[in-house]
């Protein structure tokens, strides 16, 4: 069980006051808040160590070099990858999968292959490959999902052929919650030799994970989403296919040698990581690893998993057909997500009611809007939870909930700004 009080001790915003209220971060979905100890190791590396990697003999390049090799091992461990070497810095999920699809894709996909996706990806794991599909004019196809929000996994034999090269899928849904049967699929692309990319970017903060154990081909991850810092990810991919891949982007680090007319590309992961790293990025992201594994990801889940099963019992006892939830009813198969729309009201006069209590949540289409035309909404609400939430916030959540609820013949003549946030 994780010990929240003393957790929350590590995080001075969640002190702060929004609107008058002490704040409920709800939106560790979008990014999570970080602890003390991993901005002070920012901090320590600039203040102590800082200079550039891998170019210098000198003592603070040298210090430099072992902490951001360091952190790619601390990485590799937490995954349990066969090396650090398989594991790539990158910005964030993203460009993880983008790197995947630029080069791994454009290598290895001609006219007429198949890309097998799913409906409810998160535009960043659907959009690299989709544009790699128009460049060598493969085709797209998508998994779709239950009622219940569940990959519908019957459909996979006859959705795999043996013109399938890739399967991409997220581990997690960032929506729905959704925890997916990994190994199945895995299972299902090997069967046909088609290379399986994983979308971590839910999943790693929250459960643990074994690449060697789930068998994937390359797994993504934001180092933001885990109380490490943004701008630095994670691509981790099989060494024999990371082997047979020319860098994506290319200049100082990615080489061994060049001359005028020849270049003999860098071993892992240096072949990746062009031009100066976001070495501070990774001393923050591996501190952030430190913390969670102390904290033991067993227990993380455990502890969400308790804030869901609370969260859905409480939204059917209180709230009742005021409120739709989607995603599975089966929290074994669901992560501490809940998106939700209030009946009646849009959801970003929903979210902005409750900034007014001080509780921060997502509203819109969460980067998945393919998913929201299945579910048959424009947007929703979303409460994601991490390591520091309580059930006395959900309480609060509930509490606001319900007094938005009481004046939304009100609210709902009030008038919806319609931003577009980009997601
Ligand atoms: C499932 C999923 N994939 C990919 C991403 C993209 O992550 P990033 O913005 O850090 O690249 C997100 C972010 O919300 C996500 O939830």
């Not at 939870?385 to 003549?413: G, P």
Request: glycine letters at 8%.
């Amino acid at each position: 069980m994780l010990d929240v009080r003393k957790i929350r001790e590590d995080f001075p915003i969640l002190d702060r006051e929004v609107n008058g209220h002490k704040l409920i971060y709800f939106d560790n979905a979008a990014t999570t808040q970080r602890p003390r100890q991993v901005v002070e190791a920012i901090a320590e590396f600039y203040l102590k160590h800082n200079a550039n990697v891998h170019r210098g003999f000198h003592t603070l390049s040298q210090e430099a070099s072992q902490l951001f090799e360091e952190a790619h091992e601390v990485i590799a461990r937490f995954i349990n990858a066969y090396s650090w070497e398989e594991v790539i810095q990158v910005a964030n999920t993203t460009e993880a999968i983008n790197i995947v699809a630029q080069t791994w894709g454009m290598k290895n996909l001609s006219e007429g292959d198949e890309i097998l996706l799913t409906v409810m990806d998160h535009h960043s794991n659907m959009l690299p490959w989709r544009v790699v599909a128009k460049r060598v004019d493969a085709r797209v196809k998508y998994l779709d999902i239950t009622d219940d929000g569940l990959l519908k996994y019957e459909d996979l034999s006859d959705l795999i052929t043996e013109r399938t090269k890739v399967v991409a899928f997220p581990m997690m849904s960032n929506v729905l919650g959704t925890m997916n049967d990994v190994k199945r699929i895995v299972k299902e692309a090997h069967s046909v030799g088609a290379v399986v990319v994983a979308d971590g970017a839910q999943w790693v903060p929250h459960a643990p994970t074994d690449v060697r154990d789930l068998g994937v081909d390359f797994l993504a991850f934001s180092g933001h989403k885990m109380l490490g810092p943004t701008g630095v990810g994670i691509l981790w991919g099989r060494r024999d296919i990371l082997e047979s891949l020319e860098p994506f982007k290319c200049g100082g680090d990615t080489i061994k040698d060049v001359t005028l007319d020849s270049v003999v590309w860098h071993d892992l992961p240096w072949r990746f990581e062009a031009g100066t790293p976001n070495i501070a990025g990774m001393v923050g992201l591996a501190e952030a690893v430190r913390y969670i594994q102390r904290l033991g990801l067993e227990n993380v889940l455990q502890h969400e998993k308790e804030l869901l099963i609370y969260t859905l019992r409480r939204f059917e006892e209180e709230l009742g057909d005021e409120v739709t939830i989607y995603g599975p009813k089966d929290p074994a198969v669901r992560g501490g997500i809940v998106s939700f729309n209030v009946d009646g009201l849009h959801h970003h006069t929903v979210g902005k009611a409750l900034d007014l209590f001080g509780i921060a949540v997502r509203t819109g289409g969460h980067c998945a809007h393919p998913l929201h035309y299945r579910l048959g909404v424009k947007g929703t609400v979303r409460a994601s939870y991490y390591v520091y939430n309580t059930v006395e916030e959900v309480d609060k959540l509930v509490e606001a909930l319900k007094t938005v609820i009481s004046v939304k013949e009100r609210l709902a003549k009030e008038p919806v700004e319609e931003v577009c946030t980009g997601g």
